[in-house]
C-alpha cells in the first residue's frame, strides 16, 4: 500500500501547496495502479473525493488541508507510509435518493452525509413521510427535513438539532429544520434498511428542493431515499483517531 498512493488535491493553496510536496517525496501512482488515494483538502473534498473514487475499492486516507476536518487525519509530511500501515479502517454505506420531479424526470444520486429537502420559496414547506409504505406523518410544515447517516450525523444534522449516531449503529436520523408543525418534533431514529418517501404537498405553491452531498435537485414532488448497502467506502484514520472516537468526542464538547 505504502508504496502506490495515489495523491489528490482540492484547489485550495494549502491543499496545492501539500500536494506538491508529497508528491515530490513520495511520487505518484496513477490511479488505476493505486492502493490508497490519499485526499488533501477539507471534509468537502474528502466527499468529492469518496464520490470520485466509488467503485474502484480503494480505501481513502485525507489529510486536513480545510477548516473542520472531521473526516481527515492531521496532516503531516513525515512517515506518511508507516501511517497508512497503522491506520484503521471504517466501512461507511452512503445514502440513494431518488428524487421525482414536477416535470416527471427523475434523478437518482447517492449521498455519504445526507440527503435533505429544502424550501425553495419564501413559504414553509408541507411534507408528508412515508417509512417502509407506511405513513408516519400526514404533515410536516417546516423549511426542510433531512435523513443523515452516522457519518453525516454531525454535520448539517447536528446542526438542525438532530442526534449524534454512533459510526457502527445501524440506524438513520430523520431530522426536521426549523418545524413549525408539529412545532416540537425533532425527527426520528429508522433502521438503517428502512426505505423513507417524502412527498411534497401543495409544490406549485410551496417549491422544495432535494440535495444529495450538494447534488441539488429542484421542484421536486416525490423523494425516496435509503441505505445503499451495496456501495463501500472506505476510509482510514490514524489509531484512536477514528470515526468513531470523532462522534463520541463531539458530544462533550
Known sequence: MTSNMHFTASHAEPAQAALAALTARYGQTPLERAEVVVA???????????????????????????????????????????????????????????????????????????????????????LRIHVDGRLRMEELVCDGALVATPAGSTAYNYSAHGPILPINSEVLALTAIAPFRPRRWRGALLPKGAEVLVEVLNPERRPVMADADSRSVRHVTRVHIRSADDIRHRLLFDPGHGLDERLLREQFV
Do not use: W
Not at 56 to 61: E, K, S
Not at 76 to 104: F, K, Q, Y
Open 40 to 126: 488533501l483538502g477539507g471534509d468537502g473534498f474528502m466527499l468529492q473525493t469518496l464520490h470520485a473514487t466509488q467503485g474502484r475499492g480503494l480505501p481513502v486516507y485525507g489529510m486536513n488541508r480545510g477548516t473542520v476536518g472531521f473526516l481527515m487525519n492531521v496532516y503531516g509530511a513525515d512517515d506518511l507510509p508507516a501511517r497508512l500501515d497503522a491506520a484503521e479502517l471504517t466501512v461507511i454505506n452512503p445514502l440513494r435518493m431518488r428524487a421525482t420531479c414536477a416535470d416527471g424526470t427523475c434523478h437518482e444520486a447517492l449521498a455519504i452525509n445526507e440527503v435533505s429537502l429544502l424550501r425553495e420559496g419564501p413559504q414553509a414547506a408541507k
